[in-house]
């Protein structure tokens, strides 16, 4: 099937047509025929990372807005201000020819001139939580027309960090309008299922599932690298560095502080011939936007990341993840993480630094995701060697013991293993806590860290 046979609007063809994009992705060809029924179910969507989710619910609000009418019909949210410039170039690139009003609303820069844009008539509303509540509460909004609201990275949105949000929005300043919900996310945890029957109204949930028994892309090859103290971290890692020689990469760390740290020393290390830049959530807005705008014109070749960067960002030329840190969060977060790299069938690497007493995590992961991830060694020369999976190590999915740094925990919370019914018992466990997610949140899921 290509997007020429597909009942939607001529404009919309061209735009794709223009964008180079002919072929539907599984994903796409699942959800878009469901949405342009003009029916009243709800869509709960997972599919793999840099899959095309994002036209998948684009194009179907899209094609169902109207254009005559000059008020906010679809709302999109997202967690990130990145994310939602991203998501808004996309819908843009999508309305060239159809041309609704589009309006970016998020946090950090000027309100008035988002409160503006929704007066001249805005159609499609992409934004943040938080800045759109605001937004609301000022009277600058309308929801009374709203058709569509789309969560993308669903599950991060449904979690303690954005919950209360999400709810005031669905509940209260939609209440009388119940749109038609639109949750799409690479990792669904269970609760996320419970919690998007909550919000449907009595209304059917379609579930629609296309990375059932693999969650991760398989053109990403997976590492871990073992070190074996934490304070020989940072020299392997350089050693690291200069063997792959990364074309783009992107390094994730734990914390902000340690992000500008890494940074510094990365910059002054000799023999690395790369150029160094950081993105988190301690930089003003405008230096977010200079940061990511020039990683993505290839003029930063490695960019040191917290979790503001973990999810959703599109940058097909990055070659290469490093998990400096193996995030806190949950192995959610990993996936998402890895998924920066291999978009679209890209060829990528992943390769995660851990400790003697984080290797718990990586096992956690591999259950998760049930796959394995191999060990690269270097060798004396400075090689580096991949460890095929010995039997022992590869029963992720199997262990109901020992289990679970991720988890753990009384907690009704971080059952990780989501709608992927049989795998990964690493949330049941009752046993001591979780460096996923921390036993003392009350939260149902594990909460990233705050961006
Ligand atoms: N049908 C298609 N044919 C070719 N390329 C496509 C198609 N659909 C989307 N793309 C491209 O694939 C890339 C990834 O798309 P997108 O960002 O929507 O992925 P995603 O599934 O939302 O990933 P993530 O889970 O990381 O958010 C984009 O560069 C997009 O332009
Ligand atoms: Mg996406």
Redesign the pocket.
Known sequence: MK?QDLDINSNIKRA?DD???????K??SRAIPKLLDGGRTHVLAQ??????????FSIPITNQISPKQKTVQAVVLVPTRE?CK?VYS?VTKLNKYRKLKTVEVYGGVSIDRQRKEIRNGAQIVIATPGRLMDLYRRKAISFRDVRFVVL??ADRMLDMGFLPDIKYILFDAMKGVSPRLLL???TMLKQITKIARQFSNGERLVELNVSKDDITVASCKQYYYKIREAGQKYASFVTLLKMEQPKSSIIFVNTRRWGDKLKKRLIQEKGLNMRFSSLHGDKTQNQRERVLSEFRKENIDCLIATNVAA????I?HVTHIFNFDIPREGPEIYV?RI??TS??ENEGKAISLVTDDQMKMIREIEKFMQKPIQRLYFSENQQITIQAKSKKSSNYGESKKKSSNYSGSKRKSSNYSGSRKKSSNYGGSKKKSSNYGGSKKKSPIAVPASD
Do not use: N
């Open positions: 997007f794709l964008m180079g994009i002919d072929t539907p992705t994903i796409q599919a793999k990372t840099g899959t095309g989710k994002t036209l998948a994310l991203q996309v993308d990275e799409f996310s690479a999810r959703g960002l599109d097909p998402h998924g920066r978009r679209m």
